[in-house]
């Protein structure tokens, strides 16, 4: 069932990240939850712990410290860290030595209550605390617990280089702005991630040109609404008041085009669009650049106007079609995305058929679909009443995840007969023999590995598929 991957990556979750390269004495352990961005920052967590003398196991018996980057986004995100930090409870009865922290999103959310409430914890540290892990680790060593959960104005950690975490050399993901003011009142998100600050572009396409020039070929950009990006000089972004100050600032689209011309070989993703900030210039530096992918992922959330304005989301089910009409218009061939949640606050029957309705209208060529679930201090939670039955929820989820299914094969199909351009990311997981890699419009393609090479572009003809993945025949380099 295509339930919670991609955004939030089932097959990454609790992934153990390792670098290939570091030597230092003292071994970390790092596991990561939840989104594209908290396996980022944890790329500039072992970035900072390199500096000071460390290099990465996957084993956690063998470990110094163990870091648990955790995500709060829903209550099973929580609860499958919780039960992890079992594993390392026994781990720590072996070893007393060891230091266990938590990072990211639940940190920030629990504070020092996590403390409190699993003893084995030395650590607490939130997503703007990271230059402090240092000071911190010091106040364990003298057998202190430390917390640092302070949310920051400022902090992008635009001057850390990321020490890239089981990379395929091929692609890997930029942070450009952190938090998010947006206030959707089912997201915890505002209050573990803080408010929202873009980082210098110069420090941005900088990184875009390092990575091209170690052999890399596709940058993703990170962002919970990279619309909103905007850079005139530092600070939080609702501190830029002037109109003047406004035009003269670097924006979403002058931004990605900066990062397309790095190289034409260099393929640009960005992640996530929020609609009611996505704007046409930005659909039209897509159009301009044939190194900016042709896929957008655009979170709807609900089909329905009312349900979207309880949500908070700042559109109507009205705008976010028009929007649709506008990718279609200006990009004809753009793969889309989105995100779904059934069973929100007071849904009723009518406003689900909704959803449905708009899927329909869509034909999304991949979904992200999720049961609401209640987060404590958001303005769901405070002002309306969960009150949809769980087995509602499910019900609803079921008949969102069926549609998605038929929409997707139905996407697959009509690519078949067609040739792709793909960038090779890897051998694929289901045979050595085979490459995999993805089209401009996301979609996983799987290959016979010939004699092509990993971060080649080729052309290959799709010749049949899965409702997931076009199976195909590379019919030479691209050029
Ligand atoms: N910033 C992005 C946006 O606004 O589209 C996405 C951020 S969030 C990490 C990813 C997705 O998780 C959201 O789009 C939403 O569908 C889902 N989500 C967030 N809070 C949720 C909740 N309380 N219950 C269920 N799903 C939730
Ligand atoms: Fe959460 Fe909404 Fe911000 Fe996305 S835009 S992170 S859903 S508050």
Redesign the pocket.
């Known amino acids: 069932m295509q339930v919670e991957n991609k955004?939030?990556d089932e097959a990454r979750q609790g992934e153990q990240m390792e670098m290939k390269s570091a030597n230092g004495s003292k071994k970390l352990f790092l596991e990561s939850y939840?989104?594209q961005?908290n396996f980022s920052d944890s790329e500039i967590v072992a970035s900072i712990l390199v500096n000071e003398g460390y290099s990465t196991t996957k084993n956690p018996e063998e470990a110094d410290v163990i870091f648990v980057n955790t995500?709060a986004?829903?209550e099973n995100a929580e609860a499958r860290v919780r039960q992890r930090l079992q594993d390392f409870k026994k781990v720590k009865q072996k070893n007393p030595g060891t230091v266990v922290g938590v990072l990211g999103c639940m940190a920030e959310r629990l504070k020092s209550q996590f403390l409190e409430q699993e003893k084995l914890l030395d650590l607490v540290v939130g997503p703007d605390a990271y230059r402090d892990l240092p000071n911190l680790l010091e106040q364990t060593g003298s057998g202190q617990k430390a917390v640092n959960v302070i949310l920051s104005k400022e902090e992008t950690y635009a001057d850390i280089t990321p020490v890239r975490l089981d990379s395929n050399g091929v692609s890997a993901f930029i942070s450009i702005t952190r938090g998010?003011d947006?206030m959707?009142s089912?997201?915890?998100?505002p209050f573990t991630r803080g408010r929202e600050r873009s980082r210098d572009p110069e420090s941005i396409v900088n990184e875009a040109q390092e990575l091209f020039n170690k052999g890399y070929r596709e940058v993703t950009l990170l962002?919970?609404?990279v619309d909103s990006y905007l850079w005139a000089g530092g600070g939080l972004k609702k501190e830029i008041l002037t109109e003047e100050q406004r035009n003269v600032a670097v924006n979403f689209a002058r931004l990605l085009e900066k990062v397309a011309l790095v190289s034409p070989l260099l393929r640009v993703r960005f992640s996530?669009?929020?609609p009611k900030d996505m704007t046409n210039e930005v659909l039209e530096v897509m159009a301009k650049y044939e190194n900016i992918c042709k896929y957008i992922?655009?979170?709807v959330?609900s089909g329905n106007s009312r349900v979207l304005d309880l949500m908070n989301?700042g559109y109507s089910r009205e705008w976010y079609l028009e929007r649709m009409s506008a990718i279609r218009r200006i990009i004809p061939d753009c793969g889309i995305s989105t995100?779904?949640?059934t069973g929100?606050c007071s849904e009723t029957e009518e406003e689900h058929q909704e959803t449905l309705s708009l899927m329909q209208a869509i034909q999304y060529d991949f979904a992200?679909?999720?049961?609401?679930?209640?987060?404590p201090k958001?303005l769901?939670e405070r002002k309306y009443a969960d009150d949809i039955p769980e087995e509602v929820k499910k019900r609803r989820l079921q008949e969102v995840v069926s549609l998605q299914h038929t929409h997707s094969a139905y996407r697959t199909k009509a690519a078949v007969g067609k040739t792709y351009k793909v960038l090779i990311e890897g051998v694929s997981k289901k045979s050595s023999e085979q490459f995999c890699g993805r089209n401009s419009q996301n979609t996983t393609v799987v290959f016979d590995k010939e004699n092509y090479q990993i971060g080649e572009y080729v052309d290959v003809e799709v010749l049949s598929c899965t409702s997931t993945t076009l199976i195909g025949k590379a019919r030479g380099r691209s050029v």
């Open positions: 955004v939030i939840g989104c961005m995500c986004i829903r998010c947006n959707c089912f997201c915890v998100v962002g919970q609404n996530t669009s929020h992922h655009l979170p959330q989301r995100d779904i949640i929100f992200y679909m999720f049961m609401y679930s209640e987060r958001t769901a």
